[in-house]
C-alpha cells in the first residue's frame, strides 16, 4: 500500500534529510512539498495526504494556524513534528492540541517506524482506548524527560518529590531516592527574596518562572532559572512540574562577558586615543566609497571638519589626475589585494594639494577598507625642490663653458669632471688617476707646485691668460694653450682641505687673436710713425693721441700726447691772413661734423714762427654707432710748390708786361713801316727787315718764354736750397765784411797821412764804394738774420726809439733841411722784437731822406705812431719824389731799383716787407709822382710781455 | 801834435788778419797809444804768453784787442780760458773785442763776458783810440 505524505518544511537541507530517511527505512510513498503555509490548505486539500510532516521552526511563529487548519478539516489526517529541539511544555501544549507525535532530528531514524505506528494509530481510531491513550502519552512524556538537560521535578503541588530525571540527579548530585527522602524544600534556599514573589506568582497564574539560589546536597550552591507549572493529572490531582536550569555556567559567562566588555571598551578607548595621536590618516571607507571614520590627523591635515568628511564620496577630495589611479586602486584592494605605499594627490580644503603616501586593506567582515595615509607634501616639495636644485648644479656643470674639475686629497686626484674638461684634455677614464697620471708634461710647467701651496694654504690661486703646453693630441707634442684659471680649495665639513676645485677657461684663441692684432697695429704705427708725409690722430675730444715724425717735423716740435689739442702749428691762417681758432681747425671740425675734411690749404705758422703753406685732410673714425671716435689728418706740406707758383705767376706777369711794351713797340714800328712805305721802296725794303726784325723779337720772345720756365725750375730748385742760401749768404757776408773793414782802415791811413789833392780825391771815391758796399753788406746780414732769428718780444719804447733813429740818420747828407715832425700816441705798452722794428724804422726813413727832393724848401717827414692794445698804426710820410704808379707793386721786390743811377742796393724795402710780415704785420704805400710818399704800416702788438 | 809819450806801455793785439794788425798797430803808433804792442795772429799763443808771464806783471799787457772769428781759438774761446787766469792779471788788463761782425748774437755775448770792457767794430778809429783811457 502507497502511502501519501505531504511535508511542510521549507529548509530544501531538512527536506532532503527526510526524504533521505524515508527512503533508507524502504518505505512505499509518494510526497508532496510545501514550502509556505498559505499553500498548505489547498494542498491537503488536493492532494489528501495519508500524512503530514511539518518542521518545528514552522510551527513557530504559524503553528497554531497550521493545527487549526488540521483540527478543522483533516482532524482524521495525523501530523508528526520534526524538530531541532523543543522545550518539554510546549511539547504537551503541541500534543494536547492535536499533534500525532514529535521527533527530534537526532532521532530521526526512528522516523519510519513513528510513521507506520502513527498510521497504525489512526487507522484503528474506530476503538479509541483511553488507557492506551494515557500509556502512549506516559512514554511520550518519559523520553522527554529523561532526554532533557535541565532538571526536572513532578511532584505534588506543594508536596513531595514524585520523580526527578537524571539531569535532576547531576546538578544537585543526589540519587531519585535523595530527592524522594529529602523533598524539594531542601533544595531551595530559603532566604532568597525571590522565592515568594514566585510562590505567589505561580499560585496566581498557575505558571510561574525566576530565578532562584538552589543548594546542593554537599551544601555548595548554585543559581538556576526555576519554571513552575500547575497541572491537574488524570486522576484530578494538583501537580506541579519544576524545571530546573543549571546557571551557574551561564551566570560565570555572563560575568566574564561584562568583564571583557568593558576591557574592549576601554581598548576601543585607547585604541582611538592612539589613532588620533597619530600623525598619519587613519580612516576607513565603505563599500561605497563613503568615508566611515576617521582620526583627527584626517582633519589636520585636509582642514576639513568631520562633519564635512564622514558620509562623503572620498573620491570627491582627491586630485581630478589622481581619481583614475584611484579608482583602479581602490577595486584592486576590494579585489583582497591590499596596497602599500601609494601615492596620491589631495585637495586641501584651501585649494592647495597635499601629496600623500597611502596604504589600504579590505576587511571582508566589515566591508570597509582600512586606510592610512601619511602627508608627503613638504617632503614631496623638499624632494622636487632638491631635484630641481640637482638639474640645475647639473646643467650648470655640464653647460657650464668652462673646465671644471675637482681633485682630491694630496696628489690630486680626479673626482670630478665635466665634459668640457675632458674634451679639453682630450683624456678619457681620468676619474680616479692623478694629475701626474692624466698629464705627465704637467710636471715641468709648475703645476703641481701651484695646486700644492693650494691644498696646503687654502689661498686660491686665479691666473689669467696664462700659457700651458698640453699634449691635447696624446702624440707626445705639446701644443700651446692660454688658460685663465681658479684653483680653489675645497673642504670638508669640519673646514679641512680636502681637494681642489679647479676652473678652467681656454682663452688661446682671444690671446693669440689679440697678439695679432697687437703686431699689426705695431706694423700700422710703424709705417706710420716712418711715413714720410705727416700724419696725426686726436681723439673726439680732440686731445692729439698720436703723430708721426714728419709731423713733429712739420710742427717743429712734438705736443704732448692727450694734452695737446687739434694740430702742432703754433697758428693757422686763412686766406685773408686772420688767424683761425683753434676749435675751427681742419681736425676740430671733421670732429664736430663727422665728415671728411680736404682739399683746402692754408697758411700756418710753426712753432719757430715760419710760415708753411699746407694741404690738411682730415678722416674721422666713425664707430659701428655712428658716434664719432676720434680722426686722423695728413698734413702735407706745399709751401715749395706753392712759392713755385708765386714765382711763376710773377714771372708771367713780368712776361706779360714785356710782351705789351714788344706789342706797342712792334706797333709803333708797323705804323712807321706804313709811313715809310709810301716813301720808297728802299724804305720798304727796310720794312721788310723790320717785319723780319719783328718775326725775330717773337722768336726771341717764345725763347724767353722758355728761358722763364727753366728760371721757375731752378727757381724751384733755388728755394729747396733756401736755408743753406742762408747761411751761405750770413758766411759770405762776413767773410765780404772782413777784407772790407781792411780796406777802410787802410784807405784812413792814406787818407791820414797823403796831401797829394788827387790821392785824396780818389781816396774819397773809393771811400764811397766801399761803404756803398759795406751798407749792402749789412743789409743782406740784417736780411739774412731775419729769416734765421726768432721773434724777441719786449715791450719798446716806441718814442724814444724813433728818436733815436731819427737822430742817427740825421748824419746823412741829404738830410740837411728836412723838418722831422713826430707825433706818437702809446696807448698801450707795445711789445715788439726791438731789431726788426728799428730795421722797419729805419730804412723806410733814410729812403724817405734819400729820394726826398733835391732842392726844395719846405722839405719835411713825418713819422706818425698809434699804439693800440692789439696793434700798432705807423705812418711815414714824406713830401719827397713820390714813386711812379707803374713801380708801386715792384718797389718791395728784392733788388728792385727804380733807376740805376740811384745808390741804393734795391734791397731795403724788400727787408722791411719780409720784416713786416715777420712781426705779422703788413705794409700798403700811396704815393703820387713829385707829390710824396706814404707808408701805411700795421704791427702787431705781442703784448703778452 | 804827437805826444812824447805814449798813454799805455804794453798793448796786445790779437787778430789773424795780418792786414789789420798792421793797421791797427800803425794808427797806435801814430796816436801813441801804445809803447810796446805786441801782435799775436793765434789767440792760442797770445793764451799761452799770458799763462806763462801770470807772475810777471812787467810783461802784462794793460790793453788787449782781441778780434771774435779766427781759425783755431777764437775770441770767444781764448775768453773761456782767459777766465783762469789770475784776478791781478785780470783786473790789469782791459779786454776789447774787436770783430768785422755786426751780428747782435756776437755784440751781446762779448758784451756779456764780464772780462771784457767793450766791443768795438771793424774798422777801428782815432776816435775810438781816443776814447779808451
Known sequence: MMTKILILESATNDLNFICFELDRSGFNYTTINIKLIDEFENAVHNYNPDIILSGYSLMNDNGQEVLKICDRCYPLIPLILIADHIEIENCVALIKNGVSDIILKQNIASLGQKISTTLKTTRADTLPNQCEENLNDKSIYRSLIENSEDAILLTEKDGKILEANNSACQIFKMTEEEFYIFGRFSLVDHNDPSLLALIEERNLTGVAKDELTFNRKDGSSFTGEITSVVFKDIWGHEMTSIKIKDLTQYKKAEKQLAKTAAELQETVNSLNKIMNASMDLIFSVDADKKIVQINSACNSTTGYETQELVGKSYIDFIHNED??????????????????????????????TIYILLSAQWDEDDKLIYCTAKDITEKTKLEKAYKVERERFLDLYNLAPACMGLLKGPNHIHELTNSLYLKFINKKDVIGKSILEVMPEMEDQGIIGLLDSVYNTGVPFIANEMLIQLD?????????????????????????IDGIFVFAIDVTEQVLSRIKI???????????????????????????????????????????????SFCGFSKMLDEDGQTIPLHLSPMAISLNEGRIVSGRSGTVERASGERRYVLPHVVPYIDSSGKVTGAVNVVTDITEIKVAQIALELRNSELAFQNQEKEKRAAELSIANKELAY????????????????????????????????????????????????????????????????????????????????????????KNSINRLDEFVKKILIYSRNDRTDLELEIIPVKKTILNIIASLQNMKQAKDIHFEIEVQELSPFCTDKLRFNTIVENLISNAIKYHKPRSSDRFIKVKAVAHKEMMQLEIVDNGIGIPLMYKEKIFDMFFRISSKSEGSGIGLYIVKDTIEKLEGSIKVISQKQAGTTFEINLKNYKKC | MLDPKSKFERVMLIDDNTIDLYITARLMTKYNFGEEIDQYSSAKKALEFLQEKQNDFTKWPQIIFLDIYMPGMSGFEFMAEYNNLSSQLKKFCKVYMISSSIDENDIKRAKNDVNVVDFQVKSLTKEFLNSII
Request: aromatic share 6%.
Open chain 1, 472 to 496: 691635447s693630441n696624446n702624440n707626445g707634442l705639446l701644443v700651446q694653450t692660454y688658460m685663465n684659471f681658479i684653483y680653489q680649495a675645497h673642504r670638508k665639513s669640519d673646514g679641512k
Open chain 1, 518 to 564: 697687437e703686431e699689426s697695429e705695431k706694423m700700422y704705427r710703424q709705417l706710420i710713425s716712418e711715413l714720410p708725409v705727416a700724419a696725426y690722430s686726436c681723439d673726439a675730444d680732440g686731445k692729439i693721441s698720436f703723430f708721426n715724425k714728419a709731423a713733429a717735423i712739420l710742427w717743429d716740435t712734438e705736443p704732448k700726447i692727450g694734452e695737446d
Open chain 1, 679 to 766: 716813301q720808297n721802296k728802299e724804305k720798304e725794303n727796310r720794312a721788310n727787315e723790320l717785319v723780319i726784325a719783328n718775326q725775330e723779337l717773337a722768336f726771341q720772345n717764345d725763347e724767353k718764354e722758355k728761358r722763364a720756365k727753366e728760371l721757375i725750375l731752378i727757381n724751384i730748385e733755388l728755394h729747396k736750397s733756401n736755408k743753406e742760401l742762408d747761411r751761405f749768404v750770413y758766411s759770405i757776408s762776413h767773410d765780404l765784411r772782413s777784407p772790407l773793414t781792411s780796406v777802410q782802415g787802410l784807405v784812413s791811413i792814406i787818407e791820414e797821412e797823403s796831401e797829394e789833392p788827387s790821392t785824396l780825391k780818389h781816396v774819397e771815391m773809393i
Open chain 1, 323 to 352: 581619481k583614475e589611479i584611484i579608482f583602479n586602486a581602490d577595486q584592486n584592494v576590494r579585489n583582497g589585494n591590499p596596497i602599500k605605499t601609494f601615492e596620491a594627490r589631495v585637495i586641501h580644503k584651501n585649494g592647495t
